[in-house]
């Protein structure tokens, strides 16, 4: 049963090409966002735990499964039984320009009015990617593919979904 991790800055396509590796390979689909935050205005993250209840009961619940988000904490919980790890480490002006045409997402965003009006901020979070050293970091994301221990995968460009 394949087990995928992919991850990567915001903006770099990973629920896209999560989504695109569900619907190919038969995998139930998680998206970290889904359960990182509470519905806090503004949002705060949930503690770890809470979030770690979560993703344990989908992999309980599911055999074979993508997981993916910009979180290395939670990430680094379902590593161990990933076989897969996909980074997707495209340039900060790819990550702009897919941002800037992400379609609406109905789970993050009561509208699309509503998640165009964060497009500025969204922005600006992906031009600090490489100089910050959090959770959602490069550095972070490069220390959970290099300590990844199954099969790598290492994208730098969009990648065609067929």
């Not at 593919?145 to 979904?161: A, M, R, W, Y």
Request: hydrophobic letters at 40%.
């Amino acid at each position: 049963m394949k087990k995928i991790i992919v991850f990567g800055n915001s903006g770099s396509g990973k629920s896209t090409f999560a989504k695109h590796l569900a619907t190919k390979n038969q995998l139930a689909h998680l998206d970290l966002d889904t359960l990182a935050w509470s519905p806090t205005k503004p949002p705060t993250r949930l503690p770890l735990e809470v979030s770690k209840q979560q993703i344990n009961a989908f992999m309980n619940e599911n055999n074979a499964w993508v997981i993916e988000g910009c979180y290395s904490d939670l990430l680094a919980l379902v590593s161990e039984p990933a076989d897969t790890a996909i980074f997707l480490n495209l340039s900060i002006e790819q990550c702009i320009e897919n941002a800037k045409n992400r379609p609406w997402e109905p789970h993050k965003y009561a509208t699309k009015a509503a998640q165009d009006e964060n497009l500025s901020m969204l922005i600006d979070w992906i031009e600090q990617y490489a100089s910050r050293t959090d959770t959602f970091s490069l550095v972070a994301h490069q220390k959970l593919h290099d300590s990844f221990t199954g099969e790598k995968v290492l994208f730098t460009e969009n990648q065609i979904l067929t």
